[in-house]
């Protein structure tokens, strides 16, 4: 395969010489305005996910409105309440059916860490020891305001991959 | 309609033998109930016409140091009325037959107190754990639970 014609356009334009940089680019644009979130409230939490997808704290304004109820259709996944050891194997199930390119964002202090029922014996201590968690949102709960700088966060993380690199270290029980 | 707890217990005590008995403490006014005739006294107080308690609206389990016992409370919707059981079973054997037949509410409220005080409910048909996943160990409301099994 002759590749000298293709070598000689990069060495003239050095700038274009990551063609398939600039597509990713124009995807992590598309992708970065229209996370559609997987309905995920657990908890507390889930009012106030609702009241900032409301009409208020709109998230619509954004391209975040539509609350997807199925995982096949989703691509960011607001884990908002507390994560009970009985809902642990479904939150991974979950997690497990939504297509790639996907995200989890941990809101409120449970998701994060357990939160006031850290001590419970019936409580796993937050979502990143399972999931690959992208941004995290402190409060208790979070006020719509928080996340949706959350989101936007995320957003910026989206458009900007090698500048906040994903960790992919999660121990995952079988 | 009768009155008040002693005729309760006057004819349940006529019909069913020697099995219930007044009970009182500084906060409420319970029906002491032997554990082995909980089943009858359940069944008189829903079928007699007089009585017609047709909810069992609470079932709570309380582990005390001597004891651990169980509070029921009925209501009888026909005449507004509530009334108290209480059954007391020792610690080291905690057994009561289970009137999840008699009354259904009381299905998955029996469950419940299994999952978290250990009380074994003879006859029951599905006992399961219902709040904590079913590999839990240990019984996480008594007051010896040490968190072994826990985070």
Known sequence: MDVSRTQRIFEQHPDKGVIMTSLDTVFNW????????????????????????????DTARFGYELFRASPRQADVMIVAGTITKK?????????????????????????????????????????????PVDVYIPGCPPRPEALIYGMLMLKEKVENPKKFAKLVQVKRNA | MPENREQIVTELNAKLGNCVSLSEDTTNEYILVEPNKLVEVATELRENPSFKFDMVINL?????????????????????????????????????????????????????????????FVGHPNMKRILLPDDFIGHPLRKDFKMEAGA
């Open chain 2, 60 to 120: 709570a389990s309380i582990d005390y140091p001597e004891n651990y016992t169980l509070v029921y409370h009925l209501l009888s919707t026909t005449f507004v009325r509530q009334i108290a059981l209480k059954v007391q079973l020792p610690k080291d054997r905690p057994e009561v037959p289970s009137i999840a037949e008699v009354f259904k509410s009381t299905n998955v409220q029996e469950r419940e107190a299994y999952d978290l005080m250990g009380i074994n």
């Open chain 1, 30 to 57: 598309a992708r970065a305005r229209s996370f559609w979130p997987m309905t995920f409230g657990l908890a507390c939490c889930a009012i106030e996910m609702m009241s900032a997808g409301g009409s208020r704290y």
């Open chain 1, 87 to 131: 809902m642990q194997p479904l939150i991974e199930r979950l997690y497990d059916q939504m297509p790639e390119p996907k995200w989890v964002v941990a809101m409120g202090s449970c998701a994060i860490s357990g939160g006031p029922f850290t001590d419970s014996y019936s409580v796993v201590l937050g979502a990143d020891t399972f999931l």
